[in-house]
Structure formats: structure tokens, C-alpha cells
């Protein structure tokens, strides 16, 4: 998984409850990508960084925020969990410049309930 | 929402057999690439095509691109049972240039049996 990390790889937490997921990457990319995966609808992107502190939104944003303050950690936050937002959710990294691959971290299992 | 549909959402076959996935976007792209995720795990990039390009080999894949139809198309030769996993298209598309998103197609299951 070309050195990406996701914390934690599983959670269970309760409507209402604020949420952080982290990911984490070793190999100095410039682009950060943080998608949901969900039966039939594939991957969509919530948001991403296209440098330290230099975020937007993609096109599920409602309801996630994010932070990046150094170029290898890149936070998606639920700031007050609802069930609609069960789902796993992937990170990925982008080296910009002439490289167009993504490499995407391991995931992580969410459900709220 | 989605760019990609792909066909057939699931495929079986037996090993040995050729496997052939298919992808249709909707607006105009720079590039277009598949991905495979086996089960439980992250995506991980199989080939890239470019909108000039009309076709592409990497080992036992070949990749077709037919920009006027909006469609292309994942060739697996002699597959393996390793092969069994999900495949995705996903697509860049020139508005996308800037943020280098990739916009997912929903996925074909691919079962290869032994």
C-alpha cells in the first residue's frame, strides 16, 4: 500500500459523537484524497489537499471536514456522526508533477450508530 | 456523482478463460485509469490510458479507449484465480486537471474459479 496508513481500521461510535480518521504517509506526496466507498456508488471523493494547509471540498463534503499541517497526515473529521455516514472510507496520495497514480491506504471500517 | 458506469457489475469465470470488463463515462477526460481492490482491501492502480491513446498492454492486460463512444474496455487474458477481485475505472476529466481527482466508475466483481 505504498506506505499509507489509516488509524484506526475499524470504529463503532454513536450518532452524535465527533469522529477523526488519520492517514498517514511516508512517501512525501504532494496530493492528499480522502474518498467513501459504499455498496453500488464505488468511490467518491469528500475532500483533498493539494498541499500543507491547501484543502477543498469534493463532491460528498457535507457534514466531513479536514487538516493537513504537515505534508504526511491528512485528518477527515466527522464533526457529530449520523448513521448515513457508515461506510469505509479509503485515503490516497498523488505525487503530483508527472505522476497521476493514486496509491490508497488500507481503509477504514466505520459504523455509526 | 459517478462519471463511470461499468459492465457486467459481477462476472464469472473459469480459469484460463479470457475476462473483459467494460467502463462508460460521461464528459470529456484526460486520462483513464483501472484499478483492482481485492476484498477488505485498498484500491491499487492497474494501467493508465490517455485520451490520445486508443490502446494499452501491461503483462495480461490490455486497456481499450474509444473517446467518441465514451467507453473503454479491460481485457484479462488467462486468468488466474488470483485475479478474482473488484475492478474499477476511474476517470480524470480535464475540468478535474487542477485537483487530480479521480471520478469512480461502480465497480465489476470479477470471480475467477479454479
Known amino acids: 500500500d505504498a506506505g499509507i496508513t489509516q488509524s484506526p481500521r475499524h470504529k463503532v461510535t454513536e450518532t452524535g459523537t465527533p469522529v477523526t480518521l488519520r492517514c498517514h504517509q511516508t512517501?512525501?506526496?504532494?496530493?492528499m484524497y480522502w474518498y467513501r466507498q459504499d455498496p453500488g456508488h464505488g468511490l467518491r471523493l469528500i475532500h483533498y489537499?493539494?498541499?500543507?494547509?491547501?484543502?477543498d471540498k469534493g463532491e460528498v463534503s457535507d457534514g466531513y471536514s479536514v487538516s493537513r499541517s504537515k505534508t504526511e497526515d491528512f485528518l477527515l473529521t466527522l464533526e457529530s456522526a449520523t448513521s448515513s455516514q457508515t461506510s469505509v472510507y479509503f485515503c490516497?496520495?498523488?505525487?503530483?508533477?508527472?505522476?497521476?497514480?493514486?496509491?490508497f491506504g488500507p481503509g477504514t471500517r466505520l459504523l455509526v450508530l | 456523482s459517478q462519471q463511470g458506469e461499468e459492465d457486467p457489475q459481477a462476472l464469472s469465470i473459469q480459469e484460463g478463460e479470457n475476462a473483459t470488463m467494460n467502463c462508460s463515462y460521461k464528459?470529456?477526460?484526460?486520462?483513464l485509469q483501472w484499478y483492482r481492490q481485492n476484498s477488505g482491501r485498498g484500491l491499487v492502480h492497474l494501467i493508465l490510458?490517455?485520451?490520445?491513446?486508443r490502446e494499452k498492454h501491461s503483462g495480461r492486460l490490455r486497456v481499450t479507449l474509444d473517446t467518441s463512444k465514451k467507453s473503454s474496455s479491460l481485457l484479462i487474458t488467462a486468468s488466474r484465480a488470483a485475479d478474482t477481485a473488484s475492478y474499477f475505472c476511474?476517470?480524470?476529466?480535464?475540468?478535474?486537471?487542477?485537483?487530480?481527482?479521480?471520478?469512480f466508475g461502480s465497480g465489476t466483481r470479477l470471480q475467477v474459479q479454479p
Open positions: 490516497a496520495t498523488q505525487a503530483g508533477g508527472q505522476g497521476e497514480t493514486q496509491y
Open positions: 512517501e512525501n506526496h504532494r496530493y
Open positions: 489537499s493539494y498541499g500543507v494547509k491547501d484543502t
Open positions: 464528459t470529456s477526460i484526460n486520462n
Open positions: 490510458i490517455r485520451s490520445n491513446e
Open positions: 476511474a476517470t480524470v476529466g480535464f475540468m478535474d486537471m487542477g485537483r487530480r481527482a479521480l471520478t
